[in-house]
């Protein structure tokens, strides 16, 4: 079985740092599109970052750019959310989803929920003021 994990969230103040963590189990990971969303109560879930199967494309929404940064390594099948600058806005759960199409399918839709078909269980993001 597929499965995605997050972890590295936690309670941080205002102007600090987090970086969560993406691990993948059941197989590589290496032809997948990979995402983070996020999701705060009583709102719909939003797309974070996205990096494409090669790390040639990366993409951001715009309210996290200069301040989050998404990387992979394929051959530890682990995908990282690297946040800085947290700003109380920033609170929810955030969650990886894998793209499985990939490469492919030739276009990666990254900010459309229903490109992404594996999901991790999300993990929680505190930031205080």
């Known amino acids: 079985q597929e499965q995605l994990l997050e972890s590295g969230g936690g309670l941080v103040q205002a102007g600090g740092s987090l970086r969560l963590s993406c691990a993948a189990s059941?197989?590589?990971?290496?032809?997948?599109?990979m995402g983070w969303f996020r999701q705060a109560p009583g709102k719909e879930r939003e797309f974070v970052a996205g990096i494409n199967w090669a790390s040639g494309g990366i993409y951001y929404r715009d309210s996290v750019k200069g301040r989050f940064t998404i990387s992979r390594h394929n051959a530890k099948n682990v995908v990282w959310l690297q946040m800085d600058s947290l700003k109380p806005e920033d609170t929810a759960v955030y969650y990886c989803?894998?793209?499985?199409?990939?490469?492919?399918?030739?276009?990666?839709?990254?900010?459309?929920?229903?490109?992404?078909?594996?999901w991790g269980q999300g993990t929680q993001v505190t930031v205080s003021a």
């Open positions: 989803a894998a793209d499985r199409r990939g490469y492919y399918s030739g276009t990666y839709y990254y900010e459309d929920l229903s490109a992404y078909d594996l």
């Open positions: 059941g197989r590589t990971f290496s032809t997948y599109n």
